[in-house]
């Protein structure tokens, strides 16, 4: 880079902290949109989109203390000369054959050459100057962080040149185009450049250049229909100014309107915001219609039956059933006879079909896309589809677990238990006591008294634990009907916990991302909001007669002097 020597870099002032906050949330938007909804947008949204996000991304990554200005206009409007008087130096080449600029020139004001933020550009290294002299002392200091531009020609019969201007078009900061009194209303300007960016009114000026070639009437009559254009390509509000390099008309107003812009480092910004307020029709057009969160709950219960019919929740609870009854009645029957009670415990391992688990959790998707267009409803879809193996093998496990799980022995089982023992230790006693008494009295009948009361011990016991096998018996099946349904009270919710964990949440959190998706596209409507006045747009008032270039491009106002140091007024 070619240098001019040292200087004294002024405060670097951030942006208002209320636009970088909003600046960055709508660039986290953008990425979601991007990221959750790029099959929704159309091709062309979606490139356009990504490249934003991209350029935006890397401009914000470098210099934040630099402000990007590009002079572009046509063959002949001085945008060359003009470079120079701004600069103060003769850098940019002047020529007749046209085209002369084939690549950017480049002037940066202050010590820091921008290096990272010009090869981001591509702005040649031989094409780079450092605007900084000892001659200057701090004459200077108020442009330092400024990054001056001079782009090729735009209507140049050299396609390159054309495509270099439309590629620097999009990547600068601000916009100064340079029309001249012959060709202000070429419509290679108006309808490939100014109509496209209407969005980006506020980054770009207009400067009216070579008015001295005009009286100062025709200066005020020129100016007048370029703005009744201006205002048919829908920028009637673009700052526009009269400029001379053989005069000096407006070209100490450009330099104060650069100033402004470099001093409040939001012009990065600003031309980001622009970039999105020009995507952001496309994106709203884009937008969908929310979706009821409770159109995935409200089919949970259904889902759920059929998820537990699918994993035998009714057979494994019968089963379960069964076994409590079985390992009751023989833990509470009379002992000789409850060995008949013999069933094998459990019920074989089952394994639900995957099939079935698929067609449930699709029906669940399609019954909550049902309203859905666009992409959604196949992505659904396909979530459903993508959870089936997690949602089969969750309930493969209650299965597992719940075949696996022993029966709860009511503490009474025990004691009915010790009772029944202990009723056929007295019946085999008494037995033995008659028997002991027949053989001491020679086998001779009738029994002894003796004999006779081992009989009826035997004959009480006997009744007595028949009798209590059928009450612990009825307690046992009553016992067994209430295991049933605490086994399918237990398995039912758990067959809930593993639909909503693996199945529910997942197409929740679906519908709620195409409702953040959504959202997002219609964060981008315009809103009707006043900003207040900036540095960069200043409060709309006359200015004073007596103040030379004051306002000189607010709302349109020309402050240029036509005569050096007049300030002109457009009727």
Known sequence: ?????????????????????????????????LKEGAEQLDRRTAGATERLLRRAGQRLRLSGTHTVVALAGGTGSGKSTLFNALSGLDLSGVGVRRPTTSAPYACVWGPDPATELLDWLEVPTERRILRESELDADSEAALHGLVLLD???????????????????????VLVWVLDPQKYADTAVHEFYLKRLKAYSDIMLIALNQADRLDPGQAQSCLADLRRML??????SIRTMLTSTRTGIGVPDLRAVLTTAVASRRATARRIRADLSSLAPRLVRTALPDVDLRRVQAQEEEAVAELADLAGVERIAVAATADYRTLGLRRVGWPPVAWR???ERGVPPLAVSRADVGKVATTVALNATAE????????????????TGSLADGLDGVIHAAVQQPVAKPPWWRIATIVQWLLLGFAVAGVAWAGRAFLAGGRQWPLSMTGLGGLVVT??????????????????????????????????PEVAIVAGER?????????ATYNSVQEALNSFAPRAEVEPPTAETPKREAPAADAPGADPVGNGRVAAALPRGETAKLP
Not at 372 to 387: I, K
Not at 505 to 511: F, H, I, N
Request: net charge negative.
């Open 1 to 33: 880079m070619t240098r001019a020597a040292g200087g004294v870099q002024p405060p670097v002032q951030a942006a208002a902290p209320l636009e970088a906050t909003e600046l960055a949330e709508r660039l986290d938007q953008l990425s979601l949109i």
């Open 151 to 173: 782009l090729p020609d735009h209507d140049s019969i050299e396609v390159s040149h054309r495509l270099e201007v439309d590629r620097l078009v999009d990547l600068v900061d």
């Open 231 to 236: 205002t048919d390509d829908g920028l009637g």
């Open 341 to 343: 009670h013999r069933r």
């Open 372 to 387: 859905l267009v666009g992409p959604w409803p196949s992505r659904l879809e396909r979530r459903a589809d993508a959870v």
């Open 459 to 492: 004959g009480v016991a006997l009744s007595l634990g028949l009798a209590l096998a059928g009450i612990f018996g009825r307690s046992v099946v009553k016992g067994a009907d209430r295991w049933q349904a605490a086994v399918e009270g237990r398995l039912r």
């Open 503 to 511: 199945l529910f949440s997942q197409l929740t959190a679906d519908l």
